[in-house]
C-alpha cells in the first residue's frame, strides 16, 4: 500500500508530494518546495529513497538542499535540466526576487529520461518525458497515480512563458503522452487540487 500525503509549499503553494510505504518504513519525495517544514516534520522518522522533480523551477526545488542534507537521500532530475539546481538564473529564483532569494544546490545524483522504469520503496514509477512547461519536465506514474508536475492542472495547463517552454511541445505532451493514460488515473499536480486523466479529457477547456 502506498500512502499519498499532500504539503502545500512556499508562497506558489506548491504540491509536494510524500510517498510513503508504511510496512519498510521508506518514502519518495516528489517536488519538495521551499519552506518545507511541515514536511520535514513529517519525515523525521523515515527513510527517504529518492527525491523525484517533475521539474526544476524554483518553487519546486526549494526544499531540495535541506531535505538532502538532512536525510542524505539522492536526487532524481531529467538531464536537460541538469545544471538549473545549481543556477538561480535557470531555475528562475533570480526573475522572481519578490518571492524567493536565489537559490541553487548540488546537482542530481541520477539523470531522468522518458521510458524509464525505477523501483524504489517496494514500487514501480514509470518516467514519462512530458516537455512544454520546461524542457525537462516529466511526469511520473506509480500504478494509477500521475504526478504531472506544472504540465496538467485540474481545469488548466502549465505556462510556457518561462525558459525553456514551449506551448507545441506542451500540448504535444498532454495528449500524446498523459490523455493515452486510462480515464481512472488520479493527477495530482504541481499545484491546486487532484482530479483525474478522464475528468480532464472531457472537461479542460484548454485542451
Given amino acids: 500500500m502506498l500512502k499519498i500525503d499532500s504539503y502545500s509549499l512556499g508562497p506558489l503553494q506548491t504540491n509536494a508530494y510524500l510517498l510513503t510505504n508504511e510496512e519498510l518504513g521508506k518514502a519518495v519525495i516528489i517536488d519538495p518546495g521551499m519552506n518545507p517544514g511541515a514536511l520535514i516534520r513529517k519525515i523525521e522518522n523515515l527513510e527517504i529513497a529518492a527525491i523525484l522533480l517533475t521539474h526544476a523551477h524554483f518553487d519546486h526545488m526549494g526544499g531540495v538542499d535541506e531535505i538532502r542534507k538532512l536525510k542524505g537521500c539522492p536526487v532524481y532530475l531529467h538531464d536537460l535540466e541538469s545544471d538549473w539546481l545549481t543556477s538561480p538564473k535557470l531555475n528562475g529564483s533570480l526573475m522572481w526576487s519578490q518571492v524567493s532569494p536565489p537559490l541553487s544546490t ?26 512544454g512547461h520546461s524542457p525537462g519536465s516529466v511526469s511520473f506514474l506509480c500504478g494509477d497515480d500521475l504526478f504531472s508536475g506544472d504540465v496538467l492542472f485540474k481545469l488548466g495547463v502549465g505556462r510556457t512563458d518561462l525558459h525553456g517552454g514551449r506551448e507545441r511541445d506542451l500540448f504535444d505532451s498532454i495528449h500524446n503522452t498523459l490523455f493515452t493514460l486510462k480515464d481512472e488515473v488520479k493527477v495530482y499536480p504541481g499545484h491546486g487540487p487532484r482530479t483525474t486523466i478522464g475528468y480532464e479529457r472531457s472537461n479542460n477547456p484548454y485542451v
Fill in 106 to 131: 548540488d546537482p542530481a545524483e541520477y539523470d531522468l529520461a522518458g521510458g524509464q522504469q525505477l523501483e524504489l520503496i517496494g514500487h514501480q514509477f514509470a518516467v514519462y518525458h512530458t516537455p
